[in-house]
């Protein structure tokens, strides 16, 4: 379980990272696009990405190993 959850934390960050050293200028542009949304928008889409998050890792368990 420990480790499952060190793997997911680390997956993520390798992936942020790696989006923060490939395209800094498009994180700043999609963070102003954030910013100037109203505050109901963000939260729908935080929840919208999670619901998503969730389904991924329900799939994974489905049909992993």
């Not at 934390?9 to 910013?35: D, S, T």
């Not at 889409?45 to 890792?57: D, E, Q, S, T």
Request: aromatic share 10%; net charge neutral.
């Amino acid at each position: 379980m420990i480790a499952a959850l060190c793997f997911g934390l680390g997956l993520v960050l390798v992936i942020e990272g790696l989006v923060w050293a490939v395209a800094p200028n498009m994180v700043e542009q999609l963070l102003v696009f954030l910013r100037e949304l109203p505050l109901p928008a963000r939260r729908q889409i935080g929840a919208l990405v999670m619901v998503a998050g969730a389904f991924l890792l329900w799939v994974a368990q489905v049909f992993g190993p």
